[in-house]
């Protein structure tokens, strides 16, 4: 992860701002990447590269909130901070209930432009940590033998190893060993940090448990 | 008319029948008393001429006597006329022979009334009234009643007198000359004139006394033509008859008078209808209508049984106006009455109708010059008032437009000076770093100064976009430019709407005369309706197409057409008028302005529908120059 600096996308129409914007970013330590439209910045859509994209809200051709759907999709970890002109305040709360990062009215100041970048940096670190996790619990889980998943399943589910054996139509103690299995592979110490994998994957609707009790 | 002189002289006994120049006679009318029975036939009526037929005097006399028997009895007349010639032929073998000829020839066709006119003419028919005339009237005419008691006529006859008076012809001269103070009597040396003389000073004697009076006589023709050229201007002179100087020498009267009034310093007169046209101012004469009228009447009377006896031919004044003239005489000063010969109508009397006419003609033209002139000063007042009215809409409009554009020029603006922010914050970040990169400073100052730039033509374009009027700036340019500079502030508010504005240009200049700062809000005006237009329209593209063409009818045309929904072809005339809107946030005003607008520059404006879909907005104007 740290071996790769985090790169600020700017996405503006206007080369002069775009520049200026640039200049200021990389001068205070940033790598950027220039573009002049959402076409060319999807064409060249980084790949896993940590960074966040500074957008301009009123770009011709493939709009900001266009552009802002499309990376949806494409690369869902880079944080967007959208750029604005004065009053535009219905297209603002679109791109904000689509899940803007930020918002940003020109002309912005370095103070406010480093924070939000630094704030839409950090939360892209974030997600990409969290991200990072999942996957490596994914893979464990991966390891697990059909039989143990079983197991699994029901022990987030609070069963007691007799209903556990019961359900399965085998043995108390071979469910015990299962147990064990399950809980070595994803390294989990306790019953607790189990069932916490779980959720974190998404296996759990402990709301539907709860009900099912 | 060359007169009769030998006659005259000849006759001179009352010669003033020669002094009338040659004027008729007295004929005698045999006619006993008894009345005419005329059965079966129209009367016979021979006039007897003393001249030939050249001589005016008896000629015109006789013409008017013809006249009035024709008139007074309808044609129903049978009229001979005989001329005598006795002036050239006064021996008595002539008259014999005359005598006997006229008796042969009317042997068969007696006249029923002889006419004598002149005092010649009298003496013929008395001595062959029975050979000639036997039973028949005699009127004689043209004489004064004392020669007929001379010629000792017949009982029988009857004349039509004429009688001259020199008084009245001086009394005359008195009214038209009140300021006179000489008087000058001309008269020759024959015995006629004598006589004349004689017969004037008896009656002038009165008259004279009021002036220093002088009577010419008994001088040569030169000497009275240098005594003329000498007299005091205010002289009356009254000519009686000259038909002979001092030397012997003949004249016919009006001749030697004409001599004399051609270097005369005053105004001659003359008791002779004969003397006008000779040089003399006028006098009581008889005319020959009278002299005419007075014997055909006898005649008449004559003809129709009734008694009769003598009778004057009445006298009338008659003045030449030409002479009046040459005077310096008023013609008020005539007598009531009086006849102006030779008188020019004036230029009023001759033209009065259509001087008239063209007087009203003008004064009309006039009046409806004046009233066009009050007219085009109150159009020209009203004309200078709607187009203040109409620059102070504009200028409303203007600023209407400004504020509708306003979110664009903001974002136009924000773009030159957010750059300008970053680059100097860059800049100033760069700087305290431990080495800075000067090159890049530089630049960064470069581009600072571009945006300065950028952000100053927004503000001029905006400065442009509200400018004032007070009255119309006429220039001459190039529509192209216009439109291009309206795209430039259009290009904002496009973006910010979603609409794709594309811009065809002619490729060719359009020079056209106008106000610049109008015809771009014409322009805008067309372009903001037309992204209206399209704000609530669902299409795949939002597309505002400016274009500049030359028609064929050689005029710069501007169209503006959109994608959006285009206009209800029943309303296509009408979205010029003021208020027409579809807008809930429009003035309606917008379009009517521009149509103002074009129609101010002589140009024209109209929409119609694509077969596209979406609406077109013309504008044409008429090219400044063909270049």
Same mark, same amino acid.
């Given at each position: 992860?740290?071996?790769?600096?985090?790169?600020?996308?700017?996405?503006?129409?206007?080369?002069?701002?775009?520049?200026?914007?640039?200049?200021?970013?990389?001068?205070?330590?940033?790598?950027?990447?220039?573009?002049?439209? +959402?076409?060319?910045?999807?064409?060249?859509?980084?790949?896993?590269?940590?960074?966040?994209?500074?957008?301009?809200?009123?770009?011709?051709?493939?709009?900001?909130?266009?552009?802002?759907?499309?990376?949806?999709?494409?690369?869902?970890?880079?944080?967007?901070?959208?750029?604005? +002109?004065? +009053?535009?305040?219905?297209?603002?709360?679109?791109?904000?209930?689509?899940?803007?990062?930020?918002?940003?009215?020109?002309?912005?100041?370095?103070?406010?432009?480093?924070?939000?970048?630094?704030?839409?940096?950090?939360?892209?670190?974030?997600?990409?940590?969290?991200?990072?996790?999942?996957?490596?619990?994914?893979?464990?889980?991966?390891?697990?033998?059909?039989? #143990?998943?079983?197991?699994?399943?029901?022990?987030?589910?609070?069963?007691?190893?007799?209903?556990?054996?019961?359900?399965?139509?085998?043995? #108390?103690?071979?469910?015990?060993?299962?147990?064990?299995?399950?809980?070595?592979?994803?390294?989990?110490?306790?019953?607790?940090?189990?069932?916490?994998?779980?959720?974190?994957?998404?296996?759990?609707?402990?709301?539907?448990?709860?009900?099912?009790? | 008319?060359?007169?009769?002189?030998?006659?005259?002289?000849?006759?001179?006994?009352?010669?003033?029948?020669?002094?009338?120049?040659?004027?008729?006679?007295?004929?005698?009318?045999? /006619?006993?008393?008894?009345?005419?029975?005329?059965?079966?036939?129209?009367?016979?009526?021979?006039?007897?001429?003393?001249?030939?037929?050249?001589?005016?005097?008896?000629?015109?006399?006789?013409?008017?006597?013809?006249?009035?028997?024709?008139?007074?009895?309808?044609?129903?007349?049978?009229?001979?006329?005989?001329?005598?010639?006795?002036?050239?032929?006064?021996?008595?073998?002539?008259?014999?022979?005359?005598?006997?000829?006229?008796?042969?020839?009317?042997?068969? $066709? $007696?006249?029923?009334?002889?006419?004598?006119?002149?005092?010649?003419?009298?003496?013929?028919?008395?001595?062959?009234?029975?050979?000639?005339?036997?039973?028949?009237?005699?009127?004689?005419?043209?004489?004064?009643?004392?020669?007929?008691?001379?010629?000792?006529?017949?009982?029988?006859?009857?004349?039509?007198?004429?009688?001259?008076? !020199?008084?009245?012809?001086?009394?005359?001269?008195?009214?038209?000359?009140?300021?006179?103070?000489?008087?000058?009597?001309?008269?020759?040396?024959?015995?006629?004139?004598?006589?004349?003389?004689?017969? =004037?000073?008896?009656?002038?004697?009165?008259?004279?006394?009021?002036?220093?009076?002088? %009577?010419?006589?008994?001088?040569? !023709?030169?000497?009275?033509?240098? $005594? /003329?050229?000498?007299?005091?201007?205010?002289?009356?002179?009254?000519?009686?008859?000259?038909?002979?100087?001092?030397?012997?020498?003949?004249?016919?009267?009006?001749?030697?008078?004409?001599?004399?009034?051609?270097?005369?310093?005053?105004?001659?007169?003359?008791?002779?209808?004969?003397?006008?046209? %000779?040089?003399?101012?006028?006098?009581?004469?008889?005319?020959?209508?009278?002299?005419?009228?007075?014997?055909?009447?006898?005649?008449?009377?004559?003809?129709?049984?009734?008694?009769?006896?003598?009778?004057?031919?009445?006298?009338?004044?008659?003045?030449?106006?030409?002479?009046?003239?040459?005077? *310096?005489?008023?013609?008020?000063?005539?007598?009531?009455?009086?006849?102006?010969?030779?008188?020019?109508?004036?230029?009023?009397?001759?033209?009065?109708?259509?001087?008239?006419?063209?007087? /009203?003609?003008?004064?009309?033209?006039?009046?409806?010059?004046?009233?066009?002139?009050?007219?085009?000063?109150?159009?020209? =007042?009203?004309?200078?008032?709607?187009?203040?009215?109409?620059?102070?809409?504009?200028?409303?409009?203007?600023?209407?437009?400004?504020?509708?554009?306003?979110?664009?020029?903001?974002?136009?603006?924000?773009?030159?000076?957010?750059? !300008?922010?970053?680059?100097?914050?860059? =800049?100033?970040?760069?700087?305290?770093?431990?080495?800075?990169?000067?090159?890049?400073?530089?630049?960064?100052?470069?581009?600072?100064?571009?945006?300065?730039?950028?952000?100053?033509?927004?503000?001029?374009?905006?400065?442009?976009?509200?400018?004032?009027?007070?009255? !119309?700036?006429?220039?001459?340019?190039?529509?192209?430019?216009?439109?291009?500079?309206?795209?430039?502030?259009?290009? *904002?508010?496009?973006?910010?709407?979603?609409?794709?504005?594309?811009?065809?240009?002619?490729?060719?200049?359009?020079?056209?005369?106008?106000?610049?700062?109008?015809?771009?809000?014409?322009?805008?005006?067309?372009?903001?309706?037309?992204?209206? =237009?399209?704000?609530?329209?669902?299409?795949?593209?939002?597309?505002?197409?400016?274009?500049?063409?030359?028609?064929?009818?050689?005029?710069?045309?501007?169209?503006?057409?959109?994608?959006?929904?285009?206009?209800?072809?029943?309303?296509?005339?009408?979205?010029?008028?003021?208020? %027409?809107?579809?807008?809930?946030?429009?003035?309606?005003?917008?379009?009517?302005?521009?149509?103002?607008?074009?129609?101010?520059?002589?140009?024209?404006?109209?929409?119609?529908?694509?077969?596209?879909?979406? /609406?077109?907005?013309?504008?044409?104007?008429?090219?400044?120059?063909?270049?």
């Amino acid at each position: 992860m740290k071996q790769l600096e985090p790169v600020v996308h700017i996405v503006d129409d206007d080369p002069s701002f775009r520049t200026a914007v640039g200049r200021l970013l990389s001068a205070s330590g940033f790598r950027v990447a220039l573009y002049e439209s +959402g076409d060319q910045f999807l064409a060249q859509l980084p790949n896993g590269e940590p960074g966040c994209v500074l957008l301009d809200l009123g770009l011709p051709g493939l709009s900001g909130l266009e552009l802002q759907e499309r990376l949806a999709e494409k690369a869902p970890l880079v944080p967007i901070v959208f750029l604005t +002109g004065q +009053g535009d305040i219905k297209a603002s709360v679109r791109a904000m209930k689509a899940g803007a990062e930020d918002f940003l009215e020109k002309p912005a100041s370095r103070e406010a432009l480093l924070e939000a970048v630094e704030r839409a940096l950090r939360r892209g670190e974030t997600q990409r940590l969290e991200q990072d996790r999942k996957h490596a619990l994914r893979a464990r889980l991966g390891n697990l033998t059909p039989r #143990e998943r079983e197991v699994f399943g029901l022990i987030v589910r609070g069963k007691l190893n007799k209903q556990i054996a019961h359900a399965l139509g085998t043995s #108390e103690r071979t469910v015990k060993a299962h147990r064990h299995n399950v809980m070595e592979k994803l390294g989990a110490r306790s019953l607790a940090e189990t069932v916490s994998i779980a959720e974190r994957l998404g296996l759990v609707d402990p709301s539907a448990d709860q009900l099912q009790r | 008319m060359g007169l009769v002189r030998n006659w005259t002289m000849r006759s001179c006994r009352l010669g003033w029948l020669a002094a009338f120049c040659c004027m008729f006679l007295g004929v005698v009318a045999a /006619a006993p008393s008894m009345s005419m029975e005329i059965v079966g036939r129209v009367p016979r009526v021979l006039i007897l001429y003393p001249y030939d037929e050249r001589i005016a005097a008896t000629t015109e006399a006789g013409e008017a006597v013809r006249t009035r028997l024709l008139d007074a009895t309808k044609g129903k007349i049978d009229l001979f006329s005989e001329f005598l010639d006795l002036s050239r032929f006064p021996e008595a073998e002539h008259v014999g022979r005359m005598g006997r000829y006229l008796s042969a020839k009317y042997a068969d $066709r $007696r006249p029923d009334v002889v006419l004598a006119l002149g005092e010649e003419s009298a003496r013929f028919i008395s001595a062959n009234r029975k050979n000639l005339a036997d039973g028949a009237r005699i009127i004689v005419a043209g004489f004064s009643s004392s020669t007929a008691e001379e010629m000792d006529l017949p009982g029988d006859v009857i004349g039509a007198f004429s009688e001259f008076h !020199i008084l009245k012809t001086a009394e005359m001269a008195r009214e038209l000359q009140p300021e006179a103070r000489h008087l000058f009597i001309i008269g020759g040396s024959s015995e006629f004139d004598r006589s004349w003389l004689a017969t =004037a000073r008896a009656d002038l004697a009165a008259f004279s006394k009021s002036y220093e009076t002088t %009577y010419l006589e008994d001088l040569t !023709i030169d000497e009275f033509t240098r $005594r /003329a050229a000498e007299l005091p201007r205010d002289s009356i002179v009254l000519a009686l008859t000259i038909f002979k100087d001092r030397d012997g020498r003949n004249f016919i009267p009006r001749e030697a008078v004409k001599q004399i009034s051609e270097t005369a310093s005053a105004p001659i007169y003359g008791p002779y209808l004969t003397y006008i046209d %000779y040089g003399v101012v006028g006098g009581s004469v008889v005319t020959f209508e009278s002299l005419g009228k007075t014997v055909a009447d006898l005649a008449l009377d004559a003809l129709a049984g009734k008694p009769t006896s003598n009778r004057e031919s009445p006298q009338s004044y008659v003045a030449d106006a030409r002479e009046l003239q040459r005077w *310096g005489l008023s013609e008020k000063n005539l007598p009531p009455g009086a006849i102006q010969m030779f008188k020019e109508p004036t230029f009023w009397e001759q033209y009065w109708l259509a001087t008239v006419a063209a007087l /009203a003609i003008i004064t009309a033209q006039g009046t409806v010059i004046v009233g066009l002139l009050v007219e085009r000063r109150r159009r020209r =007042a009203a004309e200078t008032e709607s187009r203040h009215r109409l620059l102070e809409v504009v200028h409303l409009n203007q600023s209407a437009t400004a504020g509708a554009l306003s979110a664009s020029i903001a974002h136009e603006l924000n773009q030159p000076l957010g750059a !300008i922010r970053s680059n100097a914050e860059a =800049a100033a970040v760069i700087l305290r770093s431990e080495r800075p990169d000067l090159e890049l400073i530089e630049q960064i100052l470069v581009d600072i100064q571009n945006d300065d730039q950028r952000a100053h033509d927004v503000i001029s374009r905006m400065r442009g976009l509200l400018k004032k009027r007070g009255e !119309i700036d006429w220039q001459e340019f190039d529509l192209n430019d216009v439109t291009t500079s309206a795209i430039r502030i259009l290009r *904002g508010e496009a973006e910010r709407r979603g609409v794709v504005l594309s811009a065809n240009r002619a490729p060719r200049e359009l020079p056209v005369r106008a106000d610049r700062v109008h015809v771009q809000q014409v322009i805008l005006n067309l372009a903001t309706n037309a992204m209206d =237009a399209m704000l609530d329209v669902v299409t795949t593209e939002r597309r505002l197409t400016l274009e500049t063409t030359l028609t064929k009818e050689s005029k710069a045309e501007l169209s503006i057409s959109d994608t959006g929904r285009g206009i209800p072809d029943e309303q296509l005339a009408s979205v010029f008028e003021p208020f %027409y809107t579809t807008k809930p946030t429009g003035t309606g005003l917008g379009l009517s302005i521009a149509r103002a607008i074009v129609e101010t520059y002589g140009g024209k404006i109209w929409a119609a529908n694509r077969p596209e879909g979406g /609406a077109v907005f013309r504008v044409v104007l008429p090219l400044a120059r063909n270049g």
